[in-house]
């Protein structure tokens, strides 16, 4: 009993949906042909090629597919194009920024240049690193309300090839992704005409009763047990 009844509570937490990065949740990502895959949410389309990088995950970091990223690896180079809603720019570069001083993708990593810089028509914040022969950039830029981040590690050798890259994501992204983006961003709120339920302790209390009445019986037909009213 204590263990059905757990389970239902983490079924019901929000953090239990929130654990390990999924590849190809069918509610945020569809496939397309050639290889290429399309998020949902956004309209961004990430293909299955761009240049000598081939296209080797699509990560959702949240159950509703709004963190997501695409990953391409190349000779030497791993680029990766995060897209999340509702993160503040500031902040969020930052955090990318100590993440990357504390990784492990370029031990050492030493900051050589920050500041903005022009990619696919949008204005970047980006800082670039590097450890000895190799380099690793991150941009960030706002994107009617979601921030685009493109995460990049390489030999300073392919820095040509790299930023092609780069700007061929940008403009995947321009294509597929800002007309939905913006055309959200430009949406009213939602007129919301109900009213709030009254008696909150009595109806959390129903609400808790119904999801564990509801894993209860789910856990009897699993075990071949009656039900019981």
């Excluded at 079924?11 to 042909?33: C, G, N, T």
């Excluded at 990430?46 to 949240?62: E, I, Q, S, V």
């Excluded at 994107?143 to 820095?159: D, I, M, S």
Aim: proline share 7%; net charge positive.
């Amino acid at each position: 009993m204590r263990g059905l009844i757990l389970a239902a509570l983490l079924a019901a937490s929000p953090a239990a949906a929130q654990q390990m990065p999924q590849q190809h949740a069918e509610s945020i990502w569809r496939k397309l042909e050639g290889g290429a895959v399309e998020h949902l949410q956004s309209g961004l389309q990430c293909p299955a090629a761009m240049g000598p990088f081939r296209l080797h995950d699509n990560t959702n970091y949240d159950a509703f597919g709004l963190d997501v990223s695409c990953g391409w690896n190349g000779p030497g180079t791993a680029v990766t194009a995060y897209l999340r809603r509702g993160l503040p720019l500031e902040a969020g570069f930052e955090n990318a920024k100590q993440a990357l001083e504390q990784g492990r993708a370029l031990p050492g990593a030493r900051l050589l240049r920050e500041g903005r810089a022009e990619l696919g028509g949008l204005t970047w914040k980006r800082a670039q690193y590097a450890a000895g022969d190799r380099r690793s950039d991150i941009w960030m830029a706002d994107q009617h309300g979601w921030t685009l981040k493109y995460r990049v590690t390489y030999p300073e050798a392919q820095a040509a090839a790299v930023r092609q890259a780069l700007d061929a994501v940008a403009a995947q992204v321009r294509r597929t992704a800002e007309p939905r983006l913006a055309a959200c961003a430009r949406a009213p709120p939602p007129q919301r005409t109900g009213r709030p339920a009254r008696g909150g302790k009595a109806s959390d209390a129903g609400l808790m009763g119904a999801l564990l009445g509801g894993a209860l019986a789910a856990g009897a037909a699993q075990s071949g047990a009656p039900v019981r009213p």
